[in-house]
């Protein structure tokens, strides 16, 4: 008669380990990363407001049509785009030393990071909005002096200003990298909100 017991388990033996835990997931501060940008938004806003406020250079200019040689003098408030770009660039520069503070206040009070990261999306695309049209108005009126436009006589100045725009061109460079940096703000503070809202 064959035995209906169960054939039963080893016990696990006492000297086995349990096994080991998951390893943690590290997060990164989001805050941490959030900072660094807003320092580098600073830095990039204040070069390029003092390198386009300094761009000034006198030259002896042939003036039409005589073509007599006269000495003027080639400023960025000559132009109301340049002084629109001034403006724009100093309140964003404001505007970062601001969140910069706030986000770092983040850091050592989390409980209103959510609240923090709204406002952050918020205000960085207002902000990223007056950098970007700052630049683009800026700008066209920079390739219009470096390429001039035959179709309606307006002439290059840049051939008899080179040291002026040189500094405009870089003036706009750091712009143009204080837009990418605001792009990188809002897609963190979208993906931080998001993380936190899965959680």
Same mark, same amino acid.
């Given at each position: 008669m064959e035995s209906t017991d169960k054939p039963t388990t080893p016990p696990p033996k006492s000297d086995e380990a349990p096994p080991p835990p998951p390893p943690a997931i590290r997060r990164v501060n989001c805050f941490v990363v959030d900072v660094a940008l807003r320092v580098l938004l600073f830095a990039a806003t204040l070069v390029a407001v003092v390198v386009m406020v300094t761009s000034k250079e006198t030259e002896f200019v042939p003036v039409p049509p005589t073509g007599a040689m006269m000495r003027r003098t080639a400023k960025f408030n000559h132009s109301p785009a340049f002084i629109y770009f001034v403006t724009a660039?100093?309140?964003? !520069?404001?505007?970062?030393?601001?969140?910069?503070?706030?986000?770092?206040?983040?850091? =050592? @009070?989390?409980?209103?990071? @959510? @609240?923090?990261?709204?406002?952050?999306?918020f205000w960085d695309v207002l902000i990223f909005g007056v950098v970007a049209s700052a630049l683009g108005t800026a700008g066209g009126v920079a390739y219009i002096g470096y390429k001039g436009n035959s179709h309606v006589g307006w002439? @290059?100045? !840049?051939?008899?200003?080179?040291?002026? !725009?040189?500094?405009? $061109?870089?003036? =706009?460079?750091?712009? =143009?990298?204080?837009? $990418?940096?605001?792009? =990188?703000?809002?897609?963190?503070?979208i993906f931080s909100l998001y993380k936190r809202a899965r959680d």
């Open positions: 660039l100093s309140v964003a !520069c404001l505007y970062s030393i601001i969140t910069t503070l706030a986000s770092f206040s983040t850091i =050592l @009070k989390p409980a209103f990071s @959510k @609240k923090f990261l709204l406002h952050f999306a002439t @290059k100045v !840049c051939p008899n200003y080179d040291k002026f !725009c040189d500094y405009i $061109i870089s003036s =706009l460079a750091m712009s =143009l990298l204080a837009s $990418i940096v605001l792009v =990188l703000l809002i897609f963190l503070s």
